[in-house]
């Protein structure tokens, strides 16, 4: 055993100069006398493998990966290697036994779930097809990430779903329109979004919040107008609203950037905002505190204020500001921090070209019409006209919460600011 171990080591050096010298037919040689000494050489039986394929020895080949898969069978490229072979020799049996034996050793591996895809396309199953150029799609790096090798299967797999997708949703609206036809009048928007969602019209979006998740409390993106009848007041006093908005615009004092983060913070999606009076925010609430020198110059935008069931979370929340957004300015996407309370627009100075998305739903403000959604889902907004868009924002405690538990979120951040001294370190 000793020797044939010293013989493998000198041949195996005297590969590795060959291969330096790009002596390939003597690599080749020296490969073979190794599988003499050593059946299950996996280097070598690589090799021989891999060289008869490029000669067009298809038997060869297959006979050397079929070894590989039996020695080796955890690496997927051994399976994915005979899976190739297999289906230049039209055995598509044996190719999909390869492609499964591919993606037992490794789920995820994106050459096997391309080939699997693409013979069940070969074969005519489109079903099935479509699911796999699916899993092709998802596990698949953005393209700029994906090696060069890899980037037209995959386009071809996000084409093809697609494809199969806008398909099935045509089909399933025909079939669906009777149906529809038997409700009348009834509210079947959350069906038509699961139905969008499924045939992928739209995206799924949840609850995301950055720091503190309550769990229990329902993802929806705007909320139901009836369960907020306090907004009455604001939507009939609009126009008072805007009046001492616009005084303190024309005073041009107390506004400042609403990005306001440290030069050593990373910014992300913000850098351009940052610091930038483009977005702006006149405060009048601002981490559970009047901001007094503002809000007497608001005093019937502070009353309205009052009615609110504002969330109480010491040194965080409740909040309210006037937000004004300058022309060609964008927010980004982004989601806030916590669900246990909603956020309120009160729209004031709303020009063409504005718009406001929440997850699956894009709105447009319309002054004296409120709204309340869930800042936790996925949003942004814009506006894209020549003059200034402005907005009464502020927050107010989730409607699902009961008292016991609004009282007991007071009493964490009461808890929290204890431990952290005055919010250090903990910031809702």
């Not at 591996?109 to 699911?131: K, P, S, T, V």
Request: glycine share 6%; proline share 6%; hydrophobic share 45%.
């Amino acid at each position: 055993m000793a020797d044939i171990e010293k013989q493998l080591r000198a041949i195996e050096g005297q590969v590795e100069q060959a291969i330096r010298s790009g002596r390939e037919s003597d690599a080749a040689r020296l490969w073979t006398q190794i599988l003499v000494l050593a059946p299950s050489h996996v280097a070598a039986l690589t090799a021989v493998g891999q060289r008869a394929f490029r000669s067009g020895d298809l038997a060869s080949a297959r006979a050397a990966f079929d070894r590989l898969t039996l020695v080796a069978g955890h690496d997927p490229l051994h399976w994915t290697n005979l899976a190739l072979i297999c289906q230049q020799q039209n055995d598509a049996i044996s190719e999909a036994a390869a492609i499964h034996g591919a993606l037992s050793a490794d789920p995820s591996d994106l050459l096997a779930l391309i080939l699997r895809a693409e013979l069940f396309d070969r074969q005519g199953n489109r079903h099935q097809a479509a699911a796999a150029f699916g899993a092709v799609a998802t596990v698949a790096p953005p393209m700029a990430r994906l090696a060069p090798q890899f980037r037209p299967a995959v386009a071809r797999a996000r084409s093809f779903r697609d494809q199969y997708d806008h398909e099935f949703g045509v089909f399933l609206d025909q079939n669906l329109a009777r149906v529809y036809e038997q409700f009348g009048a009834a509210p079947l928007d959350r069906f038509r979004d699961s139905l969008d969602i499924l045939v992928g019209r739209k995206r799924r979006y949840q609850s995301q919040p950055s720091i503190f998740y309550y769990p229990g409390l329902p993802t929806i993106e705007f909320f139901d107008r009836a369960l907020f009848p306090w907004l009455d007041g604001f939507e009939a006093d609009t126009a008072a609203i805007a009046d001492e908005f616009h005084n303190v615009l024309r005073a041009d004092a107390g506004f400042e950037p609403y990005i306001n983060y440290a030069s050593d913070v990373p910014v992300n999606q913000w850098a351009e905002l940052n610091h930038n009076p483009s977005w702006s925010a006149f405060h009048l609430l601002r981490d559970g505190q009047r901001v007094a020198d503002n809000a007497v110059r608001c005093p019937r935008t502070m009353q309205l204020l009052a009615t609110v069931p504002a969330p109480d979370q010491p040194g965080r929340s409740p909040v309210a500001m006037f937000s004004l957004l300058r022309p060609q300015t964008r927010i980004p996407p982004h989601t806030g921090v916590s669900n246990v309370r909603l956020v309120a627009h009160v729209p004031l100075i709303v020009p063409e070209g504005c718009g406001f998305r929440v997850g699956n739903t894009t709105r447009r403000w319309v002054p004296g019409q409120a709204w309340v959604f869930d800042d936790t889902i996925e949003h942004e907004a814009w506006n894209d006209s020549t003059q200034q868009r402005a907005v009464l924002i502020f927050d107010v405690w989730h409607p699902h919460l009961a008292e016991e538990e609004r009282a007991l979120i007071t009493a964490l951040m009461r808890s929290i600011n204890a431990f952290t001294g005055d919010r250090g370190g903990f910031e809702l």
